[in-house]
């Protein structure tokens, strides 16, 4: 049995209570350049969205303050106006543009989302503070918090499901727990993608998969590179990341160029830029990231005036799994969305859940009722067709 650090020792002992500070105030708290370090989306993510994506956002952070006054860990948030049906689509909510005609307002609300607000959350314990201890004075912190702020709903966003059994704690306090769209996982310890391809897809997928591998099988002028940094080719990636993001129904962030830019420039570490041009010309790029055993997909461009008829993104999600297993890693992750694919590919559902409460006691009881009914999860056929569906819930 390990021991137990005197640090963590001693904070079970003590009282803790949160407070709001900026990003300015964060100089002077020295656990935030620790922050997140074993993620791959450390601090330095945090910062790089606070700099590039403001726009509806406005980031604040919470200090987690002992007894003495010091701060022992710093847990990012957000606030933004968040239209509580947004997920469902137009097509099953079409009654609440009448409403709004009148209540431009109606079902959008002020909202404090704890996590990221490009990506999935995480509590940020640090060495002299569980994750436990943080968890919990959170939950009896945070409704307070947002009344001062004026915002109506908590949301934790996306936090991975490793976390719901330290996460009791907001359930206890009136939080709801529904899923969010999932990432997925595939597992690529195979020696290549036809290996993977051989020994992990079923005949059906696999003939589908090489007939769509075929569209390209006679272009010979495609070829990818990989760098850390995109300063060279910002202005190339930026207008094909916004035709992937103008086609999806479901929206949520919308970066900027410069998010990009400082991306590759801050955290050149963690991050890897997959472009493939057709000549000379920018066809797809992938911005992707590491961490531990895994190569994560994040974001995703391609040129659609030649990526349906070439079928460019099984090509690029080739290259990426060739690229990953040459370089050790085990794991392919993915963000949410664009589920069919990934399922003929064998991915398997990695779920992330969404913690809400409503700060009004009677709001929150009708609340709890009705969220299980308008995440967009329960209504993705697809998504149901996956072996681990049932994780989600």
């Known amino acids: ?15 803790f209570s949160i407070s709001v500070v900026s990003r300015a105030e964060l100089s002077e708290c020295a656990p935030w350049t620790s922050t ?32 003495n006054g010091h701060v022992r860990a710093v847990q990012p948030f957000f606030l933004v106006d968040q239209d509580i049906l947004e997920g469902l689509g137009a097509e099953r909510i079409h009654w609440i543009s009448r409403v709004r005609r009148f209540y431009p307002r109606f079902l959008k609300l002020r909202t404090l989302m704890v996590g990221c607000s490009a990506g999935e959350g995480h509590l940020a314990a640090t060495e002299t503070l569980p994750v436990d201890i943080l968890a919990e004075t959170l939950s009896n912190g945070i409704i307070k ?36 769209m999932p990432m997925t996982m595939l597992d690529i310890r195979y020696d290549s993608f036809d290996a993977y391809m051989a020994k992990a897809l079923k005949s059906s997928s696999r003939k589908k998969l090489r007939k ?40 949520f962030e919308k970066l900027t160029k410069d998010f990009f830019l400082q991306i590759g420039q801050r955290m050149n570490d963690k991050v890897r830029f997959f472009t493939w041009r057709r000549g000379n010309v920018l066809v797809a790029f992938s911005l992707c990231m590491v961490q531990g055993d895994s190569l994560y997909a994040e974001y995703v461009g391609f ?8 079928h460019l993104y099984h090509y690029v999600v080739r290259d990426m799994i060739n690229w990953g297993i040459s370089k050790g890693y085990k794991w392919f992750r993915s963000s949410g969305l664009n589920y069919d694919p ?18 009004s006691i009677l709001a929150n009881a009708i609340f709890k009722l009705a969220l299980p009914w308008i995440v967009p999860v329960r209504y993705d056929a697809t998504l149901k067709l996956f072996a681990n569906y049932k994780d989600l819930w």
């Open 1 to 15: 049995m390990s021991a137990i650090s005197p640090a963590v020792a001693s904070a079970r002992c003590e009282s």
């Open 36 to 67: 997140f370090t074993d993620q791959r989306k450390d601090y330095r993510y945090y910062e790089i969205l606070d700099d590039t994506l403001q726009g509806n956002f406005e980031y604040r952070y919470f200090a987690i303050v002992d007894s």
């Open 145 to 180: 918090q947002a009344r001062l702020l004026n915002a109506k709903l908590i949301v934790l966003k996306e936090f991975p499901s490793c976390y719901r059994k330290l996460l009791r704690c907001f359930g206890q306090c009136g939080f709801a727990r529904a899923p969010s």
């Open 212 to 251: 769509n591998l075929e569209a390209t099988a006679g272009v010979s002028d495609i070829r990818m590179s990989v760098a850390n940094d995109a300063a060279r080719f910002v202005d190339e990636i930026y207008p094909l990341y916004l035709q992937v993001f103008e086609r999806s129904r479901m929206q």
């Open 303 to 310: 040129d659609y005036a030649v990526a349906l008829d070439l």
């Open 342 to 359: 990934k399922l003929h590919m064998r991915h398997r559902l990695d779920p992330t859940d969404l913690y809400v409460r409503h700060t």
